[in-house]
């Protein structure tokens, strides 16, 4: 059974570091990776894909990595913000485009 | 990206009674999903809605307790039926849009709808 583990639990950071927040998963067939965004009583933006056979997306401020064979991904975030501030899940997507979720780090960008 | 949405946003029940969601999205999608997510916690699937069929439900979630319909390919609804506190959560659409391979199927969310059972 596909298990999904996201560190730290919670951040917070002074505006302007840079960042990253892990995920690892224990089942490597996986056909992508995807970080979504949650904002407090909302749904969730989708932030970046990575398609299993890729390494790396990026957009804007945000880089995403995949290393599938060892089951980890990390989320980079360059010069935070505070309306960074949310909750970012990482989910893998199985047989059937299934997402599995990781448990979420809580961010909190500090002005 | 597709632009889904959710009714009600938000809803105040009693305990024994039923509570349909429903979930619009702006263009045919292959796959719609139901998740929910619990006070504090992540999301868990609770099934894949199939366009014609019955849906196929992850293992703890049963057909009686949350009946789901699919009639077109752009629609979708979930019932949670004979409500207890515990079923008290956001409850959240998914879709991934038509064109695109399996790899590369990024999933879409609507804005949830919170539950709150007294």
């Known amino acids: 059974k596909q298990e999904v583990t996201q560190i730290p639990a919670a951040l917070s950071v002074p505006e302007g570091e840079n960042l990253v927040l892990n995920c690892s998963f224990t089942?490597?067939?996986?056909?992508?990776l995807q970080w979504f965004r949650q904002d407090p009583g909302k749904g969730l933006t989708s932030l970046l894909l990575?398609?299993?056979?890729?390494r790396e997306q990026t957009s804007g401020r945000l880089n995403a990595s995949l290393d599938k064979s060892s089951g980890r991904s990390t989320l980079y975030i360059a010069a935070s913000q505070p309306g960074d501030s949310a909750t970012y899940l990482c989910?893998?997507?199985?047989?059937?485009?299934?997402?599995?979720f990781g448990a979420g780090t809580i961010l909190r960008v500090k002005s | 990206s597709a632009v889904i949405s959710q009714k009600p946003s938000r809803d105040i029940c009693q305990r024994g009674t039923s509570l349909t969601i429903q979930c619009q999205v702006d263009?045919?999608?292959?796959?719609m999903f139901w998740y929910r997510q619990q006070p504090g916690q992540s999301l868990t699937l609770i099934a894949t809605?199939?366009?014609?069929?019955?849906?196929?439900?992850e293992s703890g979630f049963v057909i009686d307790k949350f009946p789901i319909s699919r009639p077109n390919l752009t629609f979708s609804t979930l019932t949670v039926s004979n409500m207890s506190p515990e079923d008290s959560s956001i409850y959240l659409c998914?879709?991934?849009?038509?064109?695109?391979?399996?790899?590369?199927?990024?999933?879409?969310f609507g804005p949830g709808t919170r539950l709150t059972v007294l």
């Open positions: 998914s879709v991934t849009p038509s064109d695109r391979s399996v790899s590369y199927n990024e999933q879409f």
């Open positions: 089942d490597s067939a996986i056909y992508n």
């Open positions: 990575i398609q299993s056979s890729q």
């Open positions: 989910a893998v997507s199985q047989y059937g485009n299934k997402l599995v």
């Open positions: 263009s045919q999608v292959t796959m």
């Open positions: 809605a199939n366009q014609g069929s019955e849906a196929t439900y």
